[in-house]
Each structure stands twice: as C-alpha cells, then as structure tokens.
C-alpha cells in the first residue's frame, strides 16, 4: 500500500508538471517560439558551429563577448534534435531533474516527506518554474546545473566532492553572478557545517575559472561600460501578480510567512535558512533574476506553512475551510494567469510575420531601429543588423546608443532625427502597438511618430494590426 501510495504520488506530480509546463506553447495562438530567447541562441550556436567570433548583427557589429554555457548546449542538443524539441522538449527533461534534485536535497535535510511533497507542488506551480522550463531560455540549464552543484557537495562522499568542484569550474561560463549566487549558498552551509577548509577550495576553482572565463575579455575590451539608464528594481516585477515577467507568486509569500512563524519557534535552530533569506533579498537589489532561485525557499517555506495552516486548530472549522480554499484557488488562479500571460510572450504572429517580411527586403543585414527589447528578435529572425539590443554586457558605446535612440524617439526635429539615422545607417524603422501605448511613446503622434507620418522621405513598407515598418529613402 505504501508503495502504491508512492508511485500514485510520483504520478500525480509527473501530470501536474506536463500539464502546467505544456501549457504555454499548447495555447499559444501565434506559431512562433515563446520569448526572443530560442531565436538568440540558436543564432549563436549557429555562429559557434561555423567559428564566427565576432558578432555583425548586435550593436550593428560587436565583439563575441556572450557566455558560452546556454548557446554550447543548444548547439550539443541541435547536432541530433530539431531544433522545435531542443526549445519545446528538452526544457522538461531539465524541469524533471531540477524535481528530483530539490526533492534529494530537501531529504538531505531530513525534510519532513509531506513538507518535500508539497514543496515539489508549490515549486511546479510557481511562475518562475514555468518561466524557466516552458521553453529554452537562458535559465533553463543553469538551475538543475546549481542545485546538482549543490546537491554532489554537501554529500558525505569523496568522489561526488570531486564532481562538484569540476560544476563549480564549469559555473561561470553560463555568467558570472551564478558563481556569486554558489558561492554564497555553500559558504552558509560550510560555516553551519563548520567545514570552511573545503569552501576555500571551491573558492580558489571559482576565481580560477572567473579568470579563464572573463580575463580575456577585460584584457581586450577592458571592463564592460555599465549602464547609466534607467535599470532600477521595480518593486512590481518582483511578483507575477502584479506583472512580473517571472515573480513571485503572491499567495506563495503569504503561505511562506506561515513557514517561518513555525520555524521561529525553533528561534535559531534554522538561522541557515533565515541566512539564505537575506542572502536573497540584499542580491536581489543588484540582481533581480535571483528571484527565480529564491523562488526554490519559498516554494518549500510555503509548503511548511500550508501544512502548518492544515494541522492548527481554528475556533471556526468553517472559517479553517474556507481559508484554505481561498489560498488553494487563488494559488491555481495565480498559475493559471501566468500561464496564459507567458503563452502571449512576444514574438507575436504579427510580428513574427513582420520580421519575416523584412528578413525578404531589401539587402541582408542592412540595419533597423526600433526599441531595443525587439533588438535580437531582429537579429535573429529578421536576419538585420539592430542600433540596440538588451544584452548590455561589453556593448559597444552602450550609453551613447541609449541616448541616442531616445533622442530620435522622441524629436520632432527632422535634421537632429536624420543625423541619428545617418549615424547608424539605418534603412529601417519598425514600430509596434507596444511601443505607441507606453514602451516607447504616451502620446499619439509623439516625437518620431509625428515626422513618420509628415516626411516624406520615411516610406511605409509594411502594415498590419501590430507592427507598422518604414523604410528611409537615401
């Protein structure tokens, strides 16, 4: 009976995972790939498998400063796999690793097995775990390879030490911060373990491949121009609720506050956890992706508190009922939206035929504008060179781009805005909805709108119910 209790569970987990995880693409109205991710790296894998190293499309020609851990697997998976499994497929044999090695640390931890259980729940239901393995994108490889890390090193066995410190090498070529985010998470775990000998070693393999990995590019380049615009933490983008990309769910925190409160009866028996706690909320004001790993505490505190919700006593059994399921659906609801918002991730159809359109017109990577969130889309479908794109790291002259491209969204000037074209030499100017209801412009007719509309040497190309492109008469 107990084992048939198991398999029915590992089922119910298995079928909850397929169906939240399928989801997004098997709704998705547009016949596109989900995020501008699968489209960025398969283009540089395409460009490792034929050893270019210096990249002509982004900035209109840039160094290949990428890190070379997300592209290197998309291309080891597209030398035997479509390249729609790799994107679609693969990222649940990943989701399903990720499971298991949660569920194996949490039971290093003599984690209570009905806590493991729904912690495996409240994790499967999370936005960010949906973020992360409904489609290839750059997270889906570095999570089960940081919780394999640090499940083969806090293992009481040699060899699988030795294994762990080969990940830890391997870390920094999937970015830099992944090494921070290790390093600080097995500190906390030597210091409790009181074995900080072995964290000296993981240390100096750390900053050893940091130097392999980024020395040569800081010796060329020097270091990378950081970004003067606006990057400030928004506070909303922290919840899916609110309209993160891939936020906490609301309903998670709230059950995760009843996870501690059971914990703090213990006072400082789990200070670890309160440490890891901190750790998160002060590396998430410099990088707010690391809400996504955070994701994985809250996901086994709020289980803690769902369970501890469960066996307190209430005045009221109906009051105790109705709380719960107010909790639970509003868990399911907060799933279900997500789901449905990232199923509408961009590349739309309209744009994606937008792109496809200009990719036929025209000379190959001649150069677009546009803002720069649609830079790699860009790139890598339309098969154009972009003034901009989001990947900051070692852009060349990052900041004179922005102010740049602001300059020419918003002047009315037509020499100050024919100045900035013929700087770049763009041929293309694309513009989307998005951009004319507050990406870009508040008001109709702002800025670049206006001189599109009453210059004659801009030329509409192309049109349909999202996405408008002109085309400059030289």
């Known amino acids: 009976m107990m084992f048939i209790r198991s398999y029915a569970r590992v089922a119910f987990l298995l079928i909850i995972m397929l169906l939240v995880l399928l989801s997004p693409n098997l709704i998705r109205s547009a016949q596109t790939y989900i995020g501008e991710d699968p489209y960025f790296y398969s283009r540089l894998s395409n460009m490792i498998s034929k050893n270019l190293y210096y990249d002509e499309m982004s900035y209109s020609g840039r160094q290949f400063t990428y890190t070379l851990g997300q592209p290197l697997i998309f291309l080891f998976f597209s030398k035997f796999l479509p390249e729609s499994f790799i994107i679609k497929i693969i990222p649940l044999f990943f989701a399903l690793i990720s499971l298991i090695l949660f569920y194996l640390i949490l039971k290093e931890f003599y984690v209570e097995p009905n806590v493991n259980y729904f912690s495996l729940i409240m994790l499967i239901m999370s936005p960010p775990f949906i973020y992360i393995f409904s489609f290839y994108n ?14 083969l090193f806090i293992k ?16 920094p070529y999937f970015g830099y911060q992944y090494s921070i985010l290790a390093l600080l998470l097995t500190l906390i775990y030597c210091i409790k373990e009181k074995d900080t000998k072995r964290f000296y070693i993981i240390l100096l393999i750390t900053i050893l491949s940091l130097i392999l990995a980024y020395l040569p590019n800081i010796i060329r380049n020097g270091f990378s121009e950081s970004a003067k615009f606006d990057k400030s933490l928004k506070y909303t983008s922290l919840f899916s609720d609110l309209g993160g990309g891939f936020g906490i769910s609301i309903f998670i925190i709230f059950l995760s506050f009843f996870g501690l ?11 670890q956890i309160y440490a890891i706690l901190v750790l998160f909320i002060i590396a998430i004001f410099y990088f707010p992706t690391f809400i996504i ?3 994985f505490i809250l996901a086994f505190l709020s289980a803690l508190g769902l369970i501890y919700l469960l066996r307190s006593k209430w005045e009221s059994n109906v009051i105790r009922k109705l709380t719960m399921w107010l909790l639970i659906i509003g868990l399911v609801f907060s799933t279900i939206t997500f789901i449905s918002e990232t199923s ?6 309209n744009l994606y035929d937008a792109l496809i359109f200009l990719k036929g017109y025209g000379d190959p990577k001649e150069v677009v504008f546009s803002h720069y969130s649609y830079g790699n889309l860009i790139n890598s479908i339309a098969n154009k060179k972009n003034v901009m794109d989001d990947n900051f790291l070692y852009a060349p002259k990052l ?16 020499n ?6 013929d700087k770049y030499n763009i041929e293309y100017i694309l513009v989307t909805r998005e951009m004319e209801k507050g990406l870009v412009w508040e008001q109709e007719d702002e800025g670049l709108l206006f001189l599109l509309k009453s210059v004659n040497i801009y030329k509409r190309i192309y049109y349909n119910d999202e996405v408008e492109i002109w085309r400059i008469k030289k």
């Open 138 to 151: 750059k997270f889906t490889v570095i999570t089960p390879l940081l919780l394999l890390t640090l499940y």
């Open 156 to 171: 009481k066995n040699r060899t699988l030490n030795i294994i762990s410190y080969i990940l830890f090498f391997i870390i």
């Open 261 to 271: 409160n059971y914990l703090w009866k213990s006072k400082y028996k789990y200070w």
């Open 293 to 295: 790993y955070l994701n």
């Open 344 to 349: 509408a991730q961009q590349p739309s159809q």
């Open 399 to 414: 900041n004179e781009h922005y102010l740049d491209s602001e300059t020419l969204f918003h002047t009315r000037n037509f």
């Open 416 to 421: 100050i805005a024919s100045n900035i074209t």
